[in-house]
């Protein structure tokens, strides 16, 4: 988890589901030297787990792969 004096969202996306049981969010966010992914099931109180990454392009990797490739995600701005 980042722990710097900020911290900003870099990208987000959504699958589109509007129920609080079927809403997942995928987060990409730096602290401007550390990189995490949060994966998110169930809206903003729901179950996320966060995971470290060493740069940018290893976050947007993991992230993809928790997106599956499917097309139904949407982007949020941040």
Known sequence: MLYGLWVRTERHWWNG????RG??????RTDGESWEV???A?????????YPCPGLRSAEILAGA?????????????
């Open 42 to 50: 169930g809206g903003g109180a729901g179950r996320s787990k966060i």
């Open 66 to 78: 928790w997106m599956d490739g499917q097309t139904r995600w949407r982007d949020v701005a941040p």
């Open 23 to 28: 809403r997942r969010d995928v987060f990409i």
């Open 17 to 20: 589901d509007r129920t609080e």
């Open 38 to 40: 949060e994966a998110r």
